[in-house]
């Protein structure tokens, strides 16, 4: 924790009013209050808190287990497929059916669009659009008009929880012959977890094993696009994260 | 049982009714300090953040475990109070000797424990209620959320030993600053201070591991029970070597 001077005076002289404040206005409460609390009425008033304690049981026994967000099993598998994704993708052995078939890998948009010009150009919102996008480009075997966009996100995983549905595809549209790609502006998620008393923890070998499960996987997104045969590719300025894939 | 056994148990019963009576007031603070506890539980989660240059993710995790560390609290300043002599001339208007004062007063504390073990471990009930109400759940992680009704009697169970536990070092420590209060720091800045030494092997990080490492409910209960005995047998020995030494 950095203190800056002025916390650093502030913080011991709130302590201190805090302190003196609770040492002047207890002593104060706890003399009115005897008058009230007989030990009769200590009496109930634990039987209460204790009776209202138990009744919450039952009650959070009847609450229901539904939308909430569920830790995946096989977070390590999924962490590692991802890893495999992205050797395999500088292997430059992908196709759109090897990812569909990909584990770990999930497609969340796809596209199609007429081609009317002769020639693609691209056009992405580059503070966005970083190293977490990877674009590829197939070439079909055949001139049939129609450029294909499919996006995949590889799992995104922090402490077992997979967000990756969560995450917002990037909006893909097409316009006299400049393909847009545009990346969802920055997102925040922010989860809760309920972890066991230190109590449950002893017996249950969970006191030292808590930060293996936190563990962060951001895989990349990947964004292909099979285009006509013979459609001339503009890769413009974006020539270096635009990776045309090898004909097979 | 000769007579002055019987003698001892029922004026060390009669005298622990009197102090449930009494002392009634300590429980009112458990409840204000078990609440104070759950609202900075509530405030004061574990947080960890990751992201990329396109996402933000924070896991925040709660937990009632302060509640129960606000509780061992309270039981270890109950256990001190019981030793002073505010406290021991309450025992007065009853006839009585040391040794049937210390007998109430571990019947009390052992009362006190059991109260207090049962509310703390039922205060994480209450936190995953409130949670329930004032959080989406569409942000919430389904695992730990619920509890089965064995985790929380287990729960409740250790935390009972941990309370039994703490309430008898605090006794020995409340004993020993009867005769010279500077034990009533030395002991506590002694205890946390050992285990802030980084050093495995170190002797009080041992007795600390010999406890909070077992998980065998089995052997923890028995660990806690003869050390809950052995700590409150040397109370009452020192309470009645101080009684001679009067």
């Known amino acids: 924790m950095n203190l800056s001077p002025m916390n650093f005076i502030l913080l011991p002289l709130t302590l201190l009013l805090i302190v003196i404040v609770i040492r002047s206005i207890v002593p104060v409460i706890t003399t009115r209050l005897s008058g009230l609390m007989t030990w009769k009425r200590s009496f109930i008033l634990a039987g209460i808190y204790l009776g209202v304690l138990i009744l919450l049981v039952p009650m959070l026994f009847m609450l229901p287990d539904e939308g909430y967000i569920k830790l995946i099993d096989n977070k390590d598998q999924a962490s590692v497929q991802s890893q495999i994704i992205i050797g395999n993708f500088h292997d430059h052995i992908l196709t759109e059916e090897s990812l569909d078939k990909q584990q770990g890998l999930y497609k969340i948009s796809s596209h199609i669009f007429k081609v009317d010009t002769n020639k693609l150009s691209f056009l992405y919102n580059e503070q966005n659009i970083t190293g977490d996008y990877r674009i590829l480009v197939e070439r079909k075997d055949v001139d049939d008009g129609v450029i294909g966009v499919s996006t995949y996100a590889t799992t995104q995983l922090v402490g077992g929880i997979d967000f990756t549905k969560l995450v917002s595809p990037p909006t893909i549209s097409f316009q006299e012959g400049t393909l847009s790609i545009m990346a969802a502006s920055h997102q925040t998620f922010d989860f809760k977890q309920l972890k066991n008393d230190f109590t449950l923890d002893q017996f249950k070998l969970q006191n030292y094993g808590n930060f293996i499960g936190m563990s962060a996987s951001f895989g990349p997104h990947i964004i292909y696009i099979r285009v006509p045969k013979d459609l001339e590719l503009d890769k413009g300025k974006y020539s270096d994260q635009i990776q045309v894939l090898s004909s097979r | ?246």
């Not at chain 2, 475990?65 to 002073?84: C, E, G, K, N, R």
């Open chain 2, 1 to 246: 049982m000769s007579s002055n056994e019987v003698n001892l148990l029922s004026i060390s019963l009669k005298q622990y009714f009197y102090k449930l009576k009494a002392h009634t007031g300590l429980v009112n603070r458990l409840i204000i300090t078990q609440m104070l506890a759950l609202f900075f539980s509530l405030g004061a989660g574990n947080s960890m953040s990751s992201g990329n240059a396109t996402v933000s993710v924070s896991v925040r995790t709660y937990s009632a475990s302060m509640v129960i560390v606000f509780s061992l609290l309270w039981i270890s300043t109950v256990a001190i109070l019981l030793t002073t002599k505010q406290y021991k001339k309450m025992e007065m208007p009853l006839v009585g000797n040391r040794m049937s004062g210390n007998l109430s007063d571990v019947g009390f504390l052992m009362t006190a424990s059991v109260f207090a073990g049962i509310t703390s471990s039922l205060v994480g009930v209450f936190l995953r209620v409130i949670m329930y109400f004032s959080v989406d759940r569409s942000q919430m992680v389904l695992d730990g959320f619920f509890l089965t009704f064995y985790d929380l009697l287990l729960g409740m169970v250790v935390a009972i030993l941990y309370m039994g536990l703490v309430s008898a070092m605090g006794y020995l420590i409340g004993m020993l600053a009867q005769d010279n209060m500077a034990f009533l720091v030395l002991i506590p800045v002694a205890i946390f201070g050992s285990l802030r030494v980084y050093n495995n092997y170190f002797f009080a990080q041992s007795i600390y591991r010999f406890y909070v490492e077992d998980v065998s409910l089995v052997m923890f209960s028995v660990k806690v029970i003869i050390t809950s005995i052995i700590l409150f047998g040397v109370s009452m020995l020192l309470s009645n070597r101080m009684e001679v030494g009067k």
